[in-house]
């Protein structure tokens, strides 16, 4: 199991310098001005309105780094600094969470998966672990892998759920991605240097769900391990 801890400590490291890098990239082209003189909110709505899309609203929520499209009331929501500035960063972010939207409207295959999955990985999330754990437990204390087995092998299927989010949510956050920087190119809403920015903060944003993904997939093993493993 050694192998285990090495690749979720190396996971983890990964997961916190991209989590640095991505801040960093944001502040950089925090302080990039788009020469149209559009903020983030402005940018979203023509995006919306470009897109034949007029039942979403584009509101403003507190936080730093809190921008989410909210498909059951139908909102894009972005956070105080990326609704009100007028910078390369908050233009990629903007037409990002609207890409979003888009996918929403037309009914993009991963995000519809990804929303059904919603309700049930809210719940199986907050057992999961638990379940795990609580079976490992028992099993040990009780010597025998029956009872114990099936409570923590449900705790696993639990996980895989989460895993398995965590995987359909790529698609879904690159897909937006492309759809944004897309949009942002044809409609020259950005020069090239600002597109570059865009293109560059929306890359490092995707890799937190990357190694948000690795990370679930190598938890999920490991426990997979320890439960397969003690049926031996």
Known sequence: MIGFYILIGAISLLSWFISNKLKSKFKKYAQVELRNGMTGAEIAEKMLADNGIFDVKVISTPGRL??????????????????????????????HEVGHAVQHAKAYS??????????????????????????????AASGASGFGFYIAATGLIFMGFATLFSFITLPV??????????????????????????????????????????GSLAALLYWGM????GRD
């Open 66 to 95: 809190t921008d989410h499209y909210n498909p059951k009331d139908k909102t894009v929501n972005l956070s105080e600094s990326v609704y009100n500035q007028r910078n390369t960063a908050s233009a990629a972010v903007a037409a």
């Open 110 to 139: 991963y995000l519809t998966m990804r929303s059904q999955l919603v309700p049930i990985v809210s719940i199986t999330s907050k057992y999961s672990q638990w379940l795990v754990i609580g079976g490992l437990i028992l099993g």
């Open 173 to 214: 956050e690159y897909d937006a991605s492309n759809r944004a920087l897309a949009w942002l190119q044809s409609k020259n809403m950005v020069s090239q240097q600002e597109l570059a920015g865009a293109k560059d903060a929306l890359k490092w944003a995707a890799r937190t769900y990357l190694v948000a993904a690795l």
């Open 226 to 229: 320890s439960i397969l493993g």
